[in-house]
């Protein structure tokens, strides 16, 4: 994942603006989008992820590109400027706060906390976010393992990978997942997985790349390649992670 570095007085200044909750889901997407390496995303995959029409998502981009957010051309796609950016790491900065914050002060089950952070995140008060996040002791990472912005908008470059890109016989420790649909996360649980499992690559299928792996050297699960690709571990030891709700490094 890149890191994004905005000098303070620019991060703050770039939020002045005031923008819609639609405008705000429309660059967050973007960006979340832009994070697999893309430069431009093109309007058919944007609407497929937001589920609207593309008709609609062109007539909001074409607005977002006169408020100097976004750079928006038809045949290429569309990019975020570094105001846009700002502004998109600023809610996921508040929308992975608030996921914390609902998980270890409220106890909410992590399955849970995604679509209330959707309308937290919209909140405007910096203040607010600023004494949650110090009160929850400045956390690097969210309850799914996503690493949170810092108040001038630095996303750490984590230190994980999909369990498909291990090989046989490597072991690591699961970190965190790429889906907050409360249906994968459940899943996850079900399969006998939490954030700190430990696991180890047994085999991996040729005919349809499906693996299994042990958790923590003792049971056993065969995972398909979509849903392992949704599952992050590191083969660090030294990778800083959320670990039964306590950020820890060993």
Same mark, same amino acid.
């Given at each position: 994942? $890149?890191?994004?570095?905005?000098?303070?007085?620019?991060?703050?200044?770039?939020?002045?603006?005031?923008?819609?909750?639609?405008?705000? %889901?429309?660059?967050?997407?973007?960006?979340?989008?832009?994070?697999?390496?893309?430069?431009?995303?093109?309007?058919?995959?944007? &609407?497929?992820?937001?589920?609207?029409?593309?008709?609609?998502?062109?007539?909001?981009?074409?607005?977002?590109?006169?408020?100097?957010?976004?750079?928006?051309?038809?045949?290429?796609?569309? &990019?975020?400027?570094?105001?846009?950016?700002?502004?998109?790491?600023? +809610?996921?900065? *508040?929308?992975?706060?608030?996921?914390?914050?609902?998980?270890?002060?409220?106890?909410?089950?992590?399955?849970?906390?995604?679509?209330?952070?959707?309308?937290?995140?919209?909140? *405007?008060?910096?203040?607010?976010?600023?004494?949650?996040? =110090?009160?929850?002791?400045?956390?690097?990472?969210? !309850?799914?393992?996503? !690493?949170? !912005?810092?108040?001038?908008? %630095?996303?750490?470059? $984590?230190?994980?990978?999909?369990?498909?890109?291990?090989?046989?016989?490597?072991?690591?420790?699961?970190?965190?997942?790429?889906?907050?649909?409360?249906?994968?996360?459940?899943?996850?649980?079900?399969?006998?997985?939490?954030?700190?499992?430990? +696991?180890?690559?047994?085999?991996?299928? &040729?005919?349809?790349?499906?693996?299994?792996?042990?958790? %923590?050297?003792?049971?056993?699960?065969?995972?398909? *390649?979509?849903?392992?690709?949704?599952?992050?571990?590191?083969?660090? *030891?030294?990778?800083?992670?959320?670990? =039964?709700?306590?950020?820890?490094?060993?």
């Amino acid at each position: 994942m $890149p890191k994004y570095i905005f000098h303070k007085s620019d991060y703050l200044c770039g939020i002045q603006q005031m923008q819609t909750y639609s405008e705000e %889901n429309y660059l967050k997407q973007i960006f979340n989008l832009q994070q697999d390496g893309k430069e431009r995303i093109s309007t058919s995959s944007l &609407a497929l992820e937001l589920g609207i029409n593309a008709a609609s998502v062109t007539e909001k981009l074409k607005r977002l590109a006169l408020k100097n957010l976004l750079v928006y051309e038809k045949s290429k796609g569309v &990019a975020l400027t570094e105001e846009g950016k700002s502004i998109a790491v600023r +809610i996921i900065r *508040k929308h992975r706060i608030w996921e914390t914050f609902l998980v270890k002060q409220l106890h909410f089950g992590w399955e849970e906390v995604h679509e209330i952070a959707e309308q937290l995140e919209h909140i *405007k008060s910096d203040a607010l976010i600023n004494r949650i996040e =110090a009160q929850l002791g400045f956390p690097r990472f969210d !309850p799914h393992g996503e !690493p949170i !912005p810092d108040l001038n908008g %630095n996303i750490s470059k $984590p230190c994980f990978k999909s369990i498909t890109e291990l090989k046989v016989g490597e072991k690591a420790r699961v970190t965190g997942v790429k889906s907050d649909a409360s249906e994968f996360l459940l899943l996850f649980e079900k399969l006998g997985f939490s954030i700190g499992t430990q +696991i180890e690559i047994i085999e991996i299928e &040729a005919f349809d790349n499906s693996i299994q792996l042990s958790l %923590n050297a003792k049971d056993k699960v065969r995972l398909s *390649k979509e849903v392992a690709a949704m599952i992050f571990a590191s083969t660090k *030891k030294n990778c800083c992670m959320l670990d =039964a709700g306590t950020e820890a490094c060993s």
